[in-house]
């Protein structure tokens, strides 16, 4: 047995004891933080939603992306640390976001708008792939400030737009979570009521982002 600064003898019954102590404590923290986003993974995955049904088609397994750099519509660097911690709402385009790709700017915008308390914990991006007409580029972000526009124009870029274009037609609306996976997509047809109902169930049954 071992001896203790007290003098008295500990047993291994009691160090065993301490041990696993100690590793129920580590379990409950990796609980603590691994928890918020498990239950809105189940939420999605098993349908379980307070009120309704989810609008958008769920991807599952979840995609795990890997973000390459981008440069933005103002010229300035958009690191992947940009997408963690937060809720992302993604739209690709492949031409400079013509008149039907506007439509569903404007609709994601009133949408983003209208989830007043939790609009920091969501962000919009929209990827454009294709030719970019620079003067519409700056008309649209001059009209929607809170938009993130990227350019992909590398190999990296295309491939990571690529993902996206395997899952869904050009023109979708993507959701991705604060850990980086691709969960859902929409069609560019869905009404804005639909996708601001399943933002605020998500977001409410979340404590992610």
Known sequence: MKQTDTGMTQSPANESAKQKSGKKMLLGLAVVFVLPFTIAATL???DIRPGGKSFGNLITPPTALIYPTFADAKGEQFAPSRWDKIWSIVMIDGQSCAEACQANVDK???I???LNKEF???QRILILDGEVD????VALQTKYKDLIILIADSPAQQSFVKVFDDTSAKGSVFLVDPLGNLMMHYPSTLGPKELYSDMK???KNSWGG
């Open 134 to 137: 620079a003067e519409q580029l």
């Open 120 to 122: 920091d914990r969501v």
């Open 44 to 46: 999605h995955l098993l």
């Open 108 to 110: 994601l915008n009133r």
């Open 201 to 203: 169930r998500l977001l």
């Open 112 to 114: 983003h708008i209208s």
